[in-house]
């Protein structure tokens, strides 16, 4: 049987109400940017249906959250608790699917999980917060297209059982997630705004893989009614213009998020993409120095290393690498590109040094088995020196 997400019960620190301050003005909605002629907007899942349990679970759940009360069980321990019954046989599929969906198919990626959690504190007002977190990108490759997707949990938070007028600085709860590992890093926190936008951009990312471009739009405009200053929608707002021919409306869309500071190394990947294939050799160069100078997780610097050893800029990449082997000791990746740099130059024993660190740091099963073979093979290559 498969644990598909681990439970993590968080210590309360109390602290004196604080002010917020006051927002910043929000720019105007990119979407007015679009193209709209372009495309044939379709019918899409209604927001509600997200979050929809049949009635029937509805009536099992409540039966089962009452008995657990009865029994002194917390509300956020509850939910957990059921979701721990209910998806005993859980299959990681990278899907993206509604609550009803991943409960009647048993399978979903961790978007699918996060909506179905989020489904059952609908019913009884559990509280919740989203936490996005990177980790070594997953990427989806077509002919013309590059994406990259980060990785959602979410907290179930604890009654708030507080003195009037204080807050906790770290509320209790329960994380609900499908990975134990450590090899991921903290991008932001989110909401449940922000999951319902993540939904419909993943199913406007699908159908822009499909070339089903009146499909992606129209889940593209429902993700930016939900967020509208996401890096990653006005990125993907931008690739669906280009892949549909409006090269004019892709790069205003760009410049729109350079603008207004809306930056993510995707976008900055896409954006540089666009302008080389304009030409524009001195956006290149202004779009590669950004991407360097904005670069916020491991990952991203990962991403400047491979493409400075691949450019034979090996001291720079080795160098960028060995600092994060400093200030991101648990992380395999590091390990395993400076084991692909020294191959390159040819330093084998060096590189199989990298591998059998990588392989020590490595959590995901997966990700160890093709350390493992990697690092077979090239133990059989000194062998045979």
Not at 42 to 69: C, N, R, S
């Amino acid at each position: 049987m498969k644990q598909v997400f681990i439970i993590i019960l968080l210590a309360s620190l109390i602290g004196c109400t604080s002010t917020a301050l006051p927002s910043s003005t929000e720019p105007q909605d990119p979407s007015s940017l679009f193209n709209h002629s372009l495309f044939n907007e379709q019918a899409v899942i209604p927001e509600a249906d997200i979050f929809l349990l049949p009635t029937a679970e509805q009536v099992q759940f409540h039966a089962y959250h009452q008995d657990a009360l009865t029994k002194g069980v917390r509300e956020d321990r509850i939910i957990a608790n059921y979701l721990n019954t209910k998806l005993n046989e859980f299959t990681y599929d990278g899907a993206t699917l509604s609550a009803a969906q991943t409960l009647v198919q048993d399978e979903g990626n961790c978007i699918s999980l996060a909506i179905l959690t989020q489904a059952y504190a609908n019913l009884i007002d559990v509280e919740t917060s989203f936490r996005e977190v990177a980790s070594i990108p997953v990427y989806t490759k077509t002919e013309r297209t590059l994406l990259v997707s980060n990785h959602f949990k979410t907290k179930l938070f604890a009654p708030d059982d507080n003195p009037e007028g204080w807050i906790s600085a770290i509320r209790p709860g329960t994380v609900i997630d499908y990975f134990p590992a450590q090899d991921i890093y903290f991008v932001s926190t989110a909401t449940v705004d922000d999951l319902t936008a993540k939904f419909y951009a993943n199913l406007a990312t699908n159908e822009l893989l499909n070339e089903q471009f009146d499909n992606s739009y129209s889940y593209l405009k429902q993700a930016f009614k939900h967020k509208n200053t996401d890096p990653e929608l006005i990125n993907l707002a931008a690739i669906l213009h280009r892949r549909a021919g409006d090269t004019d409306t892709a790069k205003r869309l760009f410049e729109y998020a350079i603008k207004h500071s809306l930056i993510s190394s995707n976008l900055l990947s896409s954006y540089t993409y666009l302008a080389a294939e304009l030409n524009d050799k001195i956006l290149v160069k202004k779009l590669e120095a950004m991407s360097e100078a904005s670069a916020k997780t491991p990952f991203d610097i990962i991403n400047i290393a491979r493409k400075a050893y691949m450019n034979q800029h090996y001291t720079r990449a080795e160098k960028l690498l060995s600092e994060l082997v400093q200030e991101f000791p648990y992380l395999p990746e590091p390990y395993f590109e400076l084991a692909k740099l020294h191959y390159q130059k040819n330093n084998l024993s060096t590189s199989q040094h990298f591998l059998s660190e990588a392989l020590l740091k490595a959590e995901d099963q997966k990700k160890a088995g093709i350390y493992q073979a990697k690092l077979s093979s090239l133990e059989q290559l000194l062998s045979e020196r």
